[in-house]
């Protein structure tokens, strides 16, 4: 009996190590998610994904409105300058798409930019948690998630995946 127990005990710990880690894909509802473009077009993760095969992705998700997104952007614009390979797309949780595209202009923010039209509850959000914006992943070249969750662009776990990459 002793012995079973211990068994499930290390069945259960592992277990939980496993259900704690942070995923290295997107799920299907995340890259079914739809977004538009600058130009009003709908597309989705997936296809946004596609469009920089072969690249490392920096995705940032913030809003113009948000406080903590507007002061991390000097951080992200020397990030941008120091990793010019690197494609920065950016979500935009504004809450009207007029309202996002003059925060483009206001802060001339360089990179692919779309409107996540479907929110923080969206399955983009829901996937990744979002309870906090900016929000920033790192995606490389093999569409792997490499960093689930930074909160700033100085992260130092950002700084060093993009110089390992």
Known sequence: MKQISSILLVFLVVSCRQLGAPPVSFSEEALADKFITLNGKEVTLA????????????LNIWASWCKD????????????EAHPEVSFVFLSLDR????WKRGLQKYALQGEHYYMKS?????LGSFVGLDWIPRYMVINKER?????KAINAGDVNVKNLLNQL
Do not use: H, Y
Request: net charge positive.
């Open 47 to 58: 296809s946004i994904l596609d469009k920089n095969k072969g690249k490392t992705i920096v």
């Open 69 to 80: 997104c507007v002061i991390g952007l000097p951080k992200l614009k020397k990030l941008q």
């Open 96 to 99: 009207s798409d007029a309202r």
């Open 119 to 123: 929110g923080m509850k969206g399955a």
């Open 144 to 148: 792997e998630i490499k960093l689930f």
